[in-house]
């Protein structure tokens, strides 16, 4: 039994991996439609195990409400450097900030990855491999995940990889920490939307400069 649950958890870290490879390669007017199905195939596939009731759900809102707090100021601080204020001029930024502030963010990344990473693949490696190893396994798929994305950005494969994975450590940390999905997601949704309205903010700074 325990080799089936290692074999069910490192054949879902290869298809999330997988399937990051592929997504960018669907038309972007899809988008975050196929990505939010993947969230909610994992919602199902979760089999209730995401904490999404009290009292789990009161633990996820504390944890993650707080993390989401330490995440923005920390994205908000590191604006200051001139190094990420050149990288956040120089990023590509979708044509419509809404848009992706209120729906690609929220939906396309932060409720497809954290059902799917931590929710689905993170309870799989933890019942194959034990907590720590299975925090790891799904860490380590969920840098992996982003190394299209930083083809694609031309961004640094190695720093981009590790500097994610340890993300996914926090998040599933958070996870197993509350029991809530509801945590890693304030987390993460905390860094992407801080990040996102930084970027935005230097570049429209730049054009009015």
Do not use: C
């Amino acid at each position: 039994m325990r080799t089936t649950n290692k074999l069910r958890a490192l054949g879902l870290g290869a298809a999330l991996v997988g399937w990051s490879l592929i997504a960018p390669r669907l038309p972007q007017r899809w988008h975050p439609l196929p990505h939010t199905v993947l969230g909610a195939l994992a919602v199902a596939g979760a089999r209730g195990r995401l904490g999404l009731r009290p009292p789990a759900l009161w633990r996820g809102l504390r944890f993650g409400l707080a993390a989401a707090l330490a995440a923005a100021l920390g994205v908000a601080a590191t604006t200051t450097h001139g190094r990420v204020r050149l990288a956040m001029a120089d990023r590509e930024l979708p044509p419509s900030a809404a848009r992706w502030l209120l729906v690609g963010i929220p939906l396309g990344t932060v409720f497809a990855e954290e059902t799917a990473y931590r929710g689905v693949l993170g309870t799989a490696a933890t019942s194959g491999f034990g907590r720590t190893a299975g925090r790891l396994l799904q860490a380590v798929s969920f840098g992996l995940s982003h190394l299209a994305d930083a083809r694609r950005a031309g961004e640094p494969l190695l720093p981009t990889v590790l500097v994610t994975g340890l993300a996914g450590w926090v998040f599933g940390w958070l996870y197993d920490r509350s029991g809530s999905i509801v945590a890693p997601m304030l987390a993460h949704l905390a860094v992407n939307e801080a990040g996102a309205v930084a970027a935005l903010i230097v570049q429209r700074g730049r054009v009015t400069d």
